[in-house]
Nanobody, 128 residues
Framework: QVQLVESGGGLVQAGGSLRLSCAAS????????MGWFRQAPGKEREFVAAIRWSIGSTDYVDSVKGRFTISRDDAKNTVYLQMDSLEPDDTAVYYCSARRTRGTDYFPARFTYDYDSWGQGTQVTVSS
């Protein structure tokens, strides 16, 4: 089992930046990919970005391409989401997720059922 703890959320004005962090612990050697999802009030949880742990390939939803960057630090078992040029529509609770290695692995992985472990979430609020 992998445990995930997010940090770095907060309140920022439109156009500003935030960096989210997600520290993984437990069976981290089993991680195949990690992702960030977000959920705004009254909406379903949606995919934001993902990174394939071993080779670092990345995937983004179109709405954040060019503004958000996902990265990882192998030594710290931590994944980051650098968010620049933030917009009010980016306001949501952001969740970190991890997908363990399975018999059949694929990437990109953009659905919540693709992931096995979830963090508690961190609030990001962008004011206009």
């Amino acid at each position: 089992q992998v445990q995930l703890v997010e940090s770095g959320g907060g309140l920022v004005q439109a156009g500003g930046s935030l960096r989210l962090s997600c520290a993984a612990s437990g069976r981290t050697s089993s991680i195949f990919a990690m992702g960030w999802f977000r959920q705004a009030p009254g909406k379903e949880r949606e995919f934001v970005a993902a990174i394939r742990w071993s080779i670092g390939s990345t995937d983004y939803v179109d709405s954040v391409k060019g503004r958000f960057t996902i990265s990882r630090d192998d030594a710290k078992n931590t994944v980051y989401l650098q968010m620049d040029s933030l917009e009010p529509d980016d306001t949501a609770v952001y969740y970190c997720s991890a997908r363990r290695t399975r018999g059949t692995d694929y990437f990109p992985a953009r659905f919540t059922y693709d992931y096995d472990s979830w963090g508690q979430g961190t609030q990001v609020t962008v004011s206009s």
